[in-house]
């Protein structure tokens, strides 16, 4: 409920407790783009959230790298399945990346038009409480780590 609370603060439309609701449901065909990190676990709900020529991009595999494709449904809701990552990417590729949001995110997040939740901001010697928070999934933004 407290993650929830913050993200209704920072303007959220929907709000779903994915512990207790199935956001694919919650979002049927609904979603015109979804940026996935979790990987393959999440394929398949992703697919039926995914409206009409919607778009998943993946980043990041963190429940796994293999999944079942139901062709049918990507054919029939004309959706797209890309899949990226920085590592493999060459480093002027990097700096170009790094270039272009300092020139285009930076100014919105000083403007105030994206804004970001630091949760708590902790010394440098209490990085084993900072891991017990992402162990627990208790902490509800980003946590800071200060020298």
């Not at 407790?17 to 449901?25: L, R, S, T, V, W």
């Not at 996935?36 to 796994?64: C, H, S, W």
């Not at 809701?77 to 899949?83: E, N, R, T």
């Not at 920085?86 to 285009?104: C, F, G, Y």
Request: aromatic share 4%; glycine share 10%.
């Amino acid at each position: 409920a407290e993650k929830l609370e913050v993200c209704k603060k920072y303007g959220a439309d929907i709000l779903i407790n994915y512990k207790e609701q199935d956001f694919a449901e919650e979002l049927k065909n609904q979603c015109n783009v979804i940026l996935d990190i979790i990987g393959g676990p999440y394929l398949k709900k992703n697919m039926f959230a995914l409206a009409e020529g919607g778009r998943m991009v993946t980043i990041g595999l963190q429940g796994g790298n293999k999944a079942e494709i139901n062709m049918g449904i990507m054919m029939m809701k004309g959706i797209s399945l890309h899949g990226t990552t920085l590592r493999r990417r060459p480093v002027d590729v990097k700096a170009e990346i790094v270039r272009q949001t300092v020139e285009n995110v930076w100014p919105m997040l000083e403007e105030g038009r994206v804004k970001h939740h630091i949760h708590e901001v902790l010394p440098l010697a209490d990085a084993s409480k900072t891991l017990g928070f992402l162990e627990a999934s208790s902490h509800t933004g980003t946590l800071v780590l200060e020298p």
